[in-house]
């Protein structure tokens, strides 16, 4: 059991480290990474809580880390169209997203989301070492196994839905593949079914832009040109996402039988 607790104190320590270089990363203005980079770390923090939030040590830092998500959110997806709007030599479409970008790099850095996650990040070893001191942390790898179950079943759940939904699917996918990641030790997916969820993230994902992208061409003008480009990627990455999503149910079938 020590050696759970000291592993999970260790990974918040290490996300810790990373937030704060994204953040002076992104003062800098040293790369065009450094927000991509945040919001991974602060994914593998989420996946890291999610798990512990009934822990009164956890609860906190786990809500403004979700926080942070949210507010960091629409930003990297303006981040992404950017690039995508660059790389297509639409300049002059790009070139108008860039103040956007610089305003919303500004108000991030200045946000109380991120001052609050890095705050709690600050107090929380020792909130944690006084949770392991009062025996709150007993019981830690049934706690999280029983979350993997959980997040496993509704998964399975939702792939066996004839109406399901794609938005709902992609977080379930999500959820499972970087709580997996998260508790290697504790997960008992294959690694076959870890590669068919990673298949899965990506094509819905590549839905998941273009599905945006044709929600912001409705207001604004000058995504226009793109619309039937976006259309058509929307539908075979719906076709991509479709297959992926079969080949995942029966690679779980396989492992049940």
């Not at 991974?40 to 999610?50: G, H, T, W, Y």
């Not at 690039?83 to 639409?90: A, C, F, N, V």
């Amino acid at each position: 059991m020590q050696g759970l607790m000291g592993e999970i104190q260790q990974h918040v320590v290490r996300t810790q480290v990373r937030l704060f270089a994204c953040r002076e990363r992104l003062q800098a203005d040293t790369d065009s990474e450094a927000l991509h980079d945040l919001r991974i770390a602060l994914r593998q923090l989420r996946s890291l809580l999610r798990p512990l939030t009934a822990l009164t040590a956890c609860a906190d830092l786990q809500q403004r880390a979700a926080e942070l998500g949210r507010v960091t959110g629409p930003l990297r997806d303006l981040e992404v169209l950017h690039g995508y709007l660059h790389e297509q030599g639409l300049s002059m479409a790009a070139q108008a997203r860039q103040p956007l970008l610089r305003q919303g790099y500004s108000a991030l850095l200045s946000s109380a989301a991120l001052a609050q996650l890095l705050s709690a990040l600050d107090e929380w070893p020792q909130q944690w070492r006084e949770a392991a001191a009062s025996a709150e942390l007993r019981g830690l790898h049934r706690l999280i196994g029983k979350r993997l179950r959980k997040d496993r079943q509704r998964l399975l759940q939702a792939l066996h839905d004839p109406a399901h939904d794609r938005h709902r699917l992609r977080l379930l996918v999500k959820r499972l593949r970087y709580a997996a990641e998260a508790y290697p030790q504790l997960s008992d997916l294959s690694g076959r079914t870890r590669m068919r969820l990673k298949q899965a993230q990506s094509a819905l994902g590549d839905w998941h832009d273009h599905w945006q992208w044709l929600l912001r061409a409705e207001s604004e003008a000058d995504l226009q040109p793109c619309v039937a480009t976006w259309r058509a990627a929307m539908q075979q990455a719906e076709q991509e996402a479709d297959l992926a999503l079969v080949q995942l149910a029966k690679t779980f079938a396989r492992v049940k039988g």
